[in-house]
């Protein structure tokens, strides 16, 4: 049988870079998506040259566009009839609140919306594997969130750590259900906390996106952030991604320490997750789950 192949989302850099590089060293076949064509096919070329007999290959996308997201799994579908992995690693997170093409807030599009288009087109991909993965990299800044189903696009409140938290909280839902959905299918969908590490979104973080309290705790939050690396960070997505003992077990949650845990109690209720499901599955304009 070929090598297993895997995409990862935002594998430029940061996090996914690292992640990409993890999972190129399990023998993975590594498709990286980022919207900096320029880089991207420099990354994909310096990774290659590291490991001897890496098969990496670079997919533009911007990922914070529907229509976009549509074509990239177009292209993949025709090019990788067979995916084992898929490791939604992208999430923005931004000082200023920012309204993508298709009209919806950039970090609630980004991290819920265009993952759940993704996969959603990618399933014949994914069930063509034996047993095949959705990685969805999340935070434990999910912890903070309310389940506010009333403002998705942050039209009334916009704090960058408020929404992020929110949009990460909507993405384990949505993982969840579809987690539910695809049970006994061969598809596990899993979700980690790569905790804090230093990247460009990381970089940059204001203050003024934090809630008063947490700004008290701004010199402490960068000193944590400076000090881990994305390799370690990239260890929770790599050990969902690829861990045999974890194979056929679906909604886990690998913790920063990648160890499997339990994200919050929220986000393990299956009514509101359905409920949420039904809520956004219009906007992505995709074919559902089953
Ligand atoms: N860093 C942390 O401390 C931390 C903590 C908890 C959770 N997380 C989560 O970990 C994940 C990765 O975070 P990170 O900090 O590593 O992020 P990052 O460094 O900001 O990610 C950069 C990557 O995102 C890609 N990207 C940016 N905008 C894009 C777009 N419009 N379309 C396609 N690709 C785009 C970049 O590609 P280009 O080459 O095209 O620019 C690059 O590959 C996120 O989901 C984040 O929420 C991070």
Redesign the pocket.
């Known amino acids: 049988m070929s090598d297993p192949t895997a995409v990862v ?9 690292a992640t990409a590089e993890g999972l190129t060293s399990n023998g993975y076949n590594v498709i990286i ?4 064509r320029e ?2 096919e420099r990354v994909a070329g310096d990774m290659r040259e590291r490991t001897v007999g890496a098969r990496v290959t670079f997919v533009v ?4 566009s529907l229509d976009d997201v549509g074509l990239l799994a177009q292209r993949l579908l025709q090019r990788y009839p067979r995916l084992d992995v898929l490791v939604h ?5 931004y000082a200023e609140r920012r309204v993508t093409r298709d009209g919806y807030e950039a970090t609630f599009a980004t ?1 819920v919306l265009t993952p759940l288009r993704l996969t959603l087109q990618l399933l014949p991909a994914l069930r063509a594997a034996t047993t095949s993965r959705v990685v969805f ?3 434990d ?1 999910h912890k903070f969130a309310k389940p506010d189903l009333d403002d998705l696009n942050a039209d009334r409140f916009y704090r960058g750590f408020d929404v ?1 938290a929110r949009a ?1 909280l909507l993405q384990l839902l949505v993982a969840r259900h579809l987690g539910n959905q695809l049970a006994d299918s061969g598809v596990s969908v899993l979700s980690v ?5 230093w ?4 970089a940059a973080m204001t203050p003024k996106m934090m809630p008063p309290m947490m700004r008290l705790w701004w010199p402490m939050i960068r000193f944590v ?1 400076r000090r881990r690396s ?1 390799e370690k ?1 990239a260890q929770p997505a790599i050990r969902a991604a690829t861990d045999p003992g974890l194979a056929g077990r679906t909604g886990l949650w690998i913790s920063e320490n990648n160890k499997v845990g339990q994200p919050s109690g929220t986000a393990r209720d299956d009514q509101l997750a359905a409920r949420v499901y039904e809520r956004i599955i219009h906007m992505v304009d995709g074919s559902s789950a089953r």
């Open positions: 989302t935002g594998g430029t850099a940061g996090i996914g870079r998506v980022g919207h900096n880089r991207g996308a911007d990922l914070t690693n992208f999430g923005g997170m991290n990299v999340n935070s800044a992020h990460k906390n790569p905790g804090g590490t990247t460009e979104q990381v952030q994305t960070a």
